[in-house]
């Protein structure tokens, strides 16, 4: 059975000397996010682990600065992202959409993961209407298949962020979805990875997105039509879900794409999105391709 982890706030990063280390962050109060894009010095007590995914753990008692902030969650842990769309009762209603009676699931390529500061790349293929959406990140802490509703939270390590960025010109000529959500760079992830500890219920968290400063989402969990519990259910019937599988679970209204006129990213806008409870913000310049 999986030991609960030591920590309550997981960061991966890089230190000035070279090394990649875990820890959290010796002030519980702040926003990681936040206290890195604003310049100031994030102090974390290490860890002797190498990965949030791994049992047991202590803090060795070196405290070290932060250099540059990772997704809590690498590459290679998280194989597939799995993800739910239109599972915010506001969100269905602004888009028009009839209410989901299961789960609409997609996937995206781990090969979009982004770490918390490092720039969203537009690429030329995805046309000029590219939109973020905040949501709620699920991470599952061991293999995970058939559960049902009542012990799927036993699986839960804890929850994070990310902004599912998604080409709308792209979405709109196509039934699957992971294709114009998978790009390179359009999954930032983290800042922290939050445990049940601190997160014992999330279905009242705040969300939030801005870009440039302008608020687009400001919404709650509590407008999820499915639970995390009940995604987990879903997600399981007839397939593992791996141990660091990452879930996204939807998005609240607001998305730029919803606005009138519509309010997309574009080169050198600032987006920013955040979760409440600990989380924290993502801040990522958007840039083009190259």
């Known amino acids: 059975m999986a030991s609960e982890p030591v920590w309550s706030r997981f960061v991966r990063f890089t230190t000035d000397d070279g090394r990649e280390l875990c820890g959290e962050p010796e002030n519980q109060e702040i926003d990681v996010g936040l206290e890195l894009v604003a310049g100031k010095p994030v102090s974390v007590k290490v860890l002797d682990i190498s990965s949030a995914l791994d049992e047991g753990g202590k803090f060795t008692g070196e405290v070290v600065k932060i250099k540059k902030l990772l997704s809590p969650i690498s590459v290679k842990e998280v194989g597939t992202i799995r993800c739910i769309g239109m599972n915010y009762k506001d969100h269905v209603k602004e888009m028009g959409g009839t209410m989901p009676k299961i789960p609409e699931t ?7 993961l982004l770490d918390p500061s490092e720039p969203i790349v537009l690429p030329k293929v995805a046309g000029e209407a590219v939109d973020g ?4 990140v699920v991470v599952i802490k061991k293999d995970c298949k058939n559960v049902d509703v009542a012990s799927a939270m036993d699986y839960v390590l804890g929850y994070s962020l990310a902004n599912d960025i998604t080409a709308r ?3 709109a000529g196509i039934l699957q979805w992971g ?3 998978g790009y390179d760079t359009f999954c930032p992830l983290g800042p922290t990875l939050v445990s049940t500890k601190l997160i014992p219920d999330p279905s009242n968290l705040l969300l939030k997105t801005t870009v440039d400063g302008k608020v687009l989402q400001d ?3 509590a407008e999820m039509i499915f639970s995390v519990a009940e995604i987990i259910e879903y997600l399981s019937r007839g397939t593992t879900l791996p141990k660091g599988t990452v879930i996204l679970t939807g998005t609240p209204s607001g998305i730029g794409h919803s606005h009138t006129p519509p309010l997309y990213m574009k080169p050198g806008s600032e987006v920013r999105v955040s979760i ?12 083009p391709e190259a």
């Open 169 to 171: 010109d792209v979405q």
């Open 179 to 181: 294709y114009c959500k």
């Open 106 to 112: 997609f996937m995206k390529a781990n090969t979009s």
């Open 276 to 287: 409440s409870g600990g989380i924290g913000t993502l801040t990522n310049e958007v840039v």
């Open 219 to 221: 919404g709650t969990t």
């Open 133 to 136: 959406e905040c949501e709620l």
